[in-house]
């Protein structure tokens, strides 16, 4: 990935000032199986707006904005067919970005209102929907859905690479709290054959892969910012504080750490700012946390400090083949 795509003219500045446009075209295409339509060939804006109940006109400005930057490519018979990137964009290709690129109205619309996260420091999702995100998602089950399959895509590569980095014994009890479906919990259970795991996530979550787990995986109920019936020797906390304040932070750090047996050891995996060398991707992730959930990402000395408030004491990094950090804290 490339550390930074630096403007270099006036024009380039301009183009980039309008390239959420692009990206809400991208949006769709992940949305709709459009490039899976163009995979046999290419075919006539005539022919996709039928297929997609499209007005025919809308979708051949649709083609023609994807076709500027290369997702697609515009025939000269005014047909559309698929470049090689845009091939990522199938949703039946094994690395299909569909899920990745999860991004409903709800999870755009609250950089309209940008302004007012920097003026509060707050997320402008909760003024513009009067509630927060993850309330938002309760009520919408066909967004939570969304979400879900989100999540499970970006953890798809990453479990197997952190599964392997993580400093655990053999015979080990570990839990993943808010660990999701449990896809770190069974990969971490591939490298660990003798340990066992505890997973512990909403009631809702829980009821939704039961009767799906590895014998060998514990299922618990239960909200982290409230006390966790439960005790480990390893406690994981994966992709959880980035979504949350401080204060947030502190309430799950100290009902995590209470599941802890003694000499047991809580790990926290993020991705960790490094200042200058972020890629544009972490910072543009780094600025979507706080807009929508009022979280960020966080650079080292933030998680030191944020341990120290919990009274943990961070006892070891591992960085990993992904963009993520483990973080091994103790109690003090």
């Known amino acids: 990935m490339k550390k930074h795509y630096a403007v270099q003219t006036r024009d380039d500045l301009f183009l980039l000032g309008n390239l959420h446009i692009a990206s809400r075209a991208i949006h769709i295409m992940a949305d709709f199986p459009i490039a899976d339509f163009l995979t046999d060939g290419p075919k006539s804006c005539k022919a996709i707006a039928d297929q997609f109940d499209f007005d025919q006109t809308a979708t051949g400005k649709l083609l023609r904005v994807l076709s500027s930057f290369g997702v697609l490519e515009e025939n000269g018979n005014g047909s559309f067919s698929l470049t090689d990137a845009g091939h990522y964009l199938c949703h039946s290709h094994p690395e299909s970005l569909k899920d990745l690129l999860f991004y409903d109205e709800s999870r755009w619309s609250p950089f309209g209102r940008l302004e007012r996260t920097l003026k509060t420091g707050l997320p402008a999702f909760n003024e513009l929907y009067e509630k927060p995100y993850f309330n938002?998602?309760?009520e919408r089950p066909d967004l939570q859905k969304r979400f879900n399959r989100h999540m499970a895509a970006v953890s798809t590569h990453?479990?197997?690479?952190?599964?392997?980095?993580?400093p655990l014994r053999q015979d080990d009890h570990f839990m993943d709290i808010g660990g999701g479906a449990g896809s770190l919990v069974l990969a971490a259970l591939n490298q660990h054959k003798q340990a066992t795991a505890s997973l512990f996530d909403l009631p809702e979550v829980i009821d939704n892969i039961s009767g799906k787990l590895d014998h060998r995986i514990t299922p618990v109920k239960g909200s982290f910012f409230e006390p966790i019936n439960a005790k480990c020797d390893a406690a994981i906390l994966k992709r959880v504080l980035h979504d949350w304040n401080d204060e947030e932070c502190l309430k799950i750090l100290h009902n995590a750490k209470n599941t802890l047996k003694p000499g047991g050891k809580l790990l926290?995996?993020?991705?960790?700012l490094q200042g200058a060398?972020?890629?544009?991707?972490?910072?543009?992730?780094?600025?979507?946390?706080?807009?929508?959930?009022?979280g960020g990402e966080r650079s080292l000395q933030d998680y030191r400090d944020l341990f120290e408030k919990a009274d943990l004491t961070l006892s070891g990094i591992i960085n990993t083949d992904c963009s993520m950090s483990i973080l091994e804290a103790r109690k003090q």
């Open 136 to 138: 938002h998602l309760e």
């Open 158 to 166: 990453e479990d197997r690479v952190l599964a392997k980095e993580l």
């Open 268 to 272: 926290v995996i993020e991705t960790v």
């Open 277 to 294: 060398e972020d890629p544009p991707l972490t910072r543009l992730f780094d600025l979507f946390l706080l807009t929508l959930f009022g």
